[in-house]
């Protein structure tokens, strides 16, 4: 009894593997290990998100957009800061500090590569059966 069960799963074993559920899963996972994970962020992604579709923004336009702190929306622009990805700049009117962002074009060719991971991992799952 323990050779024709042992024989099934050898059998199992040799059944070839579907190249849509499969081939899927290991494209899904290749392109989401090249995700910019820096970018990847919920409020990062919606700083750079706002940011390509403008000039500049404000912090104040910025932090009622994503709807966030000032201290989160601090520490998120200055990691995009230092990666070069945004950059600041501030100035006063009257006595009031202004601080804009604009994106960066590393930031915009950084941006346009993690919407194209994005895509082709949409691409690749929508085409996995369900």
């Not at 593997?17 to 290749?30: I, Q």
């Amino acid at each position: 009894m323990a050779k024709s069960s042992g024989a099934s799963r050898s059998s199992a074993r040799k059944t070839p593997l579907d190249p849509h559920t499969d081939g899927a899963a290991v494209a899904a996972n290749r392109e989401t290990r090249q995700l910019d994970r820096l970018i990847h962020d919920r409020i990062r992604l919606g700083i750079m998100s706002a940011l390509a579709g403008s000039e500049t923004l404000s912090f104040g336009e910025l932090k009622e957009l994503l709807q966030t702190t000032d201290g989160n929306l601090s520490v998120h622009a200055r990691k995009l800061e230092e990666a070069q990805y945004i950059a600041c700049a501030k100035s006063f009117e009257g006595r009031v500090p202004r601080t804009r962002y604009r994106l960066t074009p590393p930031g915009r060719r950084a941006f346009e590569s993690y919407l194209n991971h994005m895509e082709a991992l949409i691409r690749v799952m929508r085409r996995k059966p369900v």
